[in-house]
Nanobody, 121 residues
Framework: QVQLVESGGGLVQPGGSLRLSCAAS????????MGWYRQAPGKQRELVGT???????NYAEFVKGRFTISRDNAKNTVYLQMNSLKPEDTAVYYC???????????????WGQGTQVTVSS
C-alpha cells in the first residue's frame, strides 16, 4: 500500500509564505516525477508545477518567481515553498507521485489527500 501525506497548510496573510510537504510511504521501488496541483472552490484542479527525479522543475505561469518545488529523494518527499502569497492562491493543494510500486511491480500515479491553504488578512 502506498500513501502520500501532505502537511504544512494553513492561514497566512497576503505577502506571506508557507512551505508544504508531501511524503510518500509504503512499498515503493522508485519515484519518477512528483507534482503539486491546487483546486479553488468552484474551479477545476490545476497544475502548479512538477519536478523530475533529477530535480528539474517546471511551473505554471501564475506561480513563476513566487513558488519553488524541491524534493528529497532519500525521504521520498516533495516540497512546495510558496512566497508572496496572494488571496487568489487560496485553494486545497494536492501532491501526486508517478512511481513504481513493489506489490505488483507496476507504475502508477498516487495522490495525497490535500491540504488547505488560505490567504487572507
Amino acid at each position: 500500500q502506498v500513501q502520500l501525506v501532505e502537511s504544512g497548510g494553513g492561514l497566512v496573510q497576503p505577502g506571506g509564505s508557507l512551505r508544504l510537504s508531501c511524503a510518500a510511504s509504503g512499498s515503493i521501488i522508485s519515484i519518477y516525477a512528483m507534482g503539486w496541483y491546487r483546486q479553488a472552490p468552484g474551479k477545476q484542479r490545476e497544475l502548479v508545477g512538477t519536478i523530475t527525479s533529477g530535480g528539474s522543475a517546471n511551473y505554471a505561469e501564475f506561480v513563476k518567481g513566487r513558488f519553488t518545488i524541491s524534493r528529497d529523494n532519500a525521504k521520498n518527499t516533495v516540497y512546495l515553498q510558496m512566497n508572496s502569497l496572494k488571496p487568489e492562491d487560496t485553494a486545497v493543494y494536492y501532491c501526486n507521485a508517478d512511481l513504481l510500486e513493489r506489490l505488483y511491480t507496476r507504475r502508477k500515479t498516487y495522490w495525497g489527500q490535500g491540504t488547505q491553504v488560505t490567504v487572507s488578512s
